[in-house]
């Protein structure tokens, strides 16, 4: 994707520009040692720890294992299975990588990964549910890799969606898209968040308020903070060097939650579905990267067999 942007420059190299002088003649002098002061104006005013190449290949590297692992899940989804068997797997192929699952334990959760159906919005905790024909599923994936983190998780088709199914998943997915179109220097955290609930609620769906995207990659959940809603040129403004999470989770119906007794399944309050896809992006100096990239072009269906 857009990796050479990171390959150091000399300073007696063209200028990565395109403008023909060197680079100490050219950008190098117009910005001086920003990265260095970036880091630290970063880090004291908003607490937000700006990763180096060297960081960004480990959660990259993290982040192939996320795919990796979406990929074993999707294959085995099917009607009769539970999601306490989508956690074995998860768990039991984060721990062949040497990697940690970075769910477990946190704050006290449970399980390895979160499995959210239906109405579920984020946090659903794997057991003895049934996945049933026609059901959606989230399953949100951590790892711990080499001590760095990445996040990512999709949205599956259980056997045949309706279209309440269809439209959830399509909207959450394009959500998601057009959120990380917005990354890029020079934009702040509301663009992104503007630009979905626009789309989202253009489609008369609404954007959940209480969960939000993150910055991850030395822990879990860093600053700062990424709504799915918000107004243009709110909040900070994004640089190069900054990893977070976009992963807006969007209901069919109204936007209000209810978190169940175990402190951590938040539901649709209304019973509507709800959906959710995220991915770690790194902003680089022309937009961004995404360190867990799974297609975001159109959602398949695939076939699957009866149980
Ligand atoms: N993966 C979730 C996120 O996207 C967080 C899950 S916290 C857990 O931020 F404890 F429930 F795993
Ligand atoms: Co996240
Ligand atoms: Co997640």
Redesign the pocket.
Same mark, same amino acid.
């Given at each position: 994707m857009m990796k050479h942007i990171f390959t150091k420059v000399g300073r007696n190299d063209p200028c990565p520009c395109g403008s023909g002088q060197k680079y100490k003649k050219c950008c190098l002098e117009k910005t001086g040692d920003a990265p260095g002061k970036m880091k630290v104006e970063y880090a004291q005013k908003y607490g937000v720890r700006l990763k180096e190449p060297a960081d960004i290949e480990k959660i990259r590297a993290a982040g192939r294992l996320v795919l990796e692992i979406l990929d074993l899940v999707e294959e085995m989804i099917k009607p009769g299975l539970t999601t306490e068997e989508i956690n074995s797997l998860v768990h039991e192929h984060t721990i062949k990588h040497n990697a940690v699952p970075?769910?477990l334990n946190?704050?006290g959760?449970p399980?390895s @990964? !979160?499995t959210s159906i239906n109405e579920v919005i !984020? /946090?659903g905790i794997p057991g003895d549910r049934v996945l049933k024909d026609g059901d959606i599923i989230n399953v949100? @994936? &951590?790892p711990i890799l080499d001590g760095y983190y990445a996040?990512g998780?999709k949205t599956f088709f259980v056997g045949a969606p309706g279209p309440d199914a269809e439209k959830i998943v399509r909207v959450s997915h394009e959500s998601l898209r057009i959120g990380m179109s917005m990354v890029k220097p020079g934009n702040t955290v509301g663009d992104i968040g503007w630009a979905i609930q626009q789309y989202a609620e253009g489609e008369g769906c609404s954007v959940v308020r209480e969960?939000v995207? /993150?910055g991850?990659g030395f822990g879990? /959940?860093e600053p700062p903070q990424v709504p799915h809603f918000g107004r243009q040129g709110e909040g900070i403004v994004l640089v190069p060097g900054m990893v977070f &999470?976009v992963?807006p989770m969007i209901n069919l119906g109204k936007r209000e939650l209810v978190i169940l007794e175990d402190k951590?399944t938040a539901v649709t309050k209304d019973g509507s579905l709800s959906a959710q896809f995220?991915q770690t992006v790194v902003v680089a100096e022309n937009g961004y990267e995404s360190l867990t990239p799974f297609e975001l072009k159109c959602v398949t269906t695939r076939r699957q067999n009866a149980h």
């Open positions: 970075a769910p946190y704050r959760y399980k @990964v !979160c !984020c /946090h949100d @994936v &951590t996040d998780s969960f995207g /993150h991850v879990f /959940h &999470t992963e951590w995220e």
